[in-house]
């Protein structure tokens, strides 16, 4: 079975530009989450979709980030445009029993931002 | 609110024991528990419920006092694969998932 695809696995863009990072979840799972990884520090979460439904998106810095998850399946993080201060690992998972079940996680979108 | 980790980091030889912790402020409904190599996705080893249940692998065992609002990873006879960040996740009652900052675990030969 697949795990969590994630891609690009690296990003390099100047400030002011926009970047979308897209995820594919595990198959079945209806929960889906997407995390900011800075370095030394533990995953935050950014959002929760519950199918195609944003559950918990309160983090989520909406004047320049937005995601979707169409059909309840992929889903796709978007940032427009770029600051300097995004520049850190963009985690996807899901989890199939929801918010206190195991949550698989993909391997990460590094961005950079110069 | 963010859980603290304690130690930040360790350093053990192979077939040492060692002993990670985890608190929070608030009251809590569950502890999640994942192991990150560098460079890698976070894999999950445990949650701990509210109540007493537990999920999770076999070879890794943890305690949640929920009285004190703290849990407490067991890594016995360590083995070079232990070795990467651990973090643990708290989930009070209406709040997300939270991490905490990582214990570095690193074992060597």
């Known amino acids: 079975e697949a795990g969590v695809v994630q891609s690009p696995r690296y990003k390099i863009i100047e400030k002011k530009q926009p970047v979308a990072f897209w995820c594919n979840p595990i198959s079945g799972h209806n929960t889906l989450y997407w995390y900011l990884q800075n370095l030394g520090q533990g995953p935050e979460l950014l959002i929760r979709y519950e199918n195609e439904e944003a559950v918990d998106d309160s983090q989520l810095p909406k004047d320049r980030f937005s995601a979707e998850r169409l059909k309840g399946v992929d889903s796709t993080l978007k940032i427009q445009p770029a600051e300097l201060g995004d520049s850190a690992v963009y985690l996807c998972?899901?989890?199939?029993?929801?918010?206190?079940?195991?949550?698989?996680f993909g391997q990460g979108t590094r961005l950079t931002v110069v | 609110q963010q859980p603290v980790q304690s130690p930040q980091a360790v350093i053990l030889r192979e077939g040492e024991d060692a002993v990670i912790n985890c608190s929070s402020s608030?009251?809590?409904?569950?502890v999640h528990w994942y192991r990150q190599k560098h460079g890698e996705a976070p894999v999950f080893l445990m949650i701990?419920?509210?109540?007493?249940e537990q999920k999770g692998h076999e070879k890794i065992s943890a305690s949640f006092n929920e009285k004190k609002q703290q849990s407490s990873l067991y890594l016995t006879a360590s083995q070079l694969s232990y070795s990467g960040t651990y973090f643990c996740?708290?989930?009070?009652?209406?709040?997300?998932?939270?991490f905490g900052e990582g214990t570095q675990l690193t074992v060597n030969p």
């Open positions: 608030k009251a809590l409904y569950s």
């Open positions: 996740g708290t989930e009070s009652f209406g709040s997300r998932l939270t």
């Open positions: 701990l419920l509210k109540g007493g």
């Open positions: 998972a899901s989890s199939l029993e929801g918010r206190s079940g195991e949550a698989f």
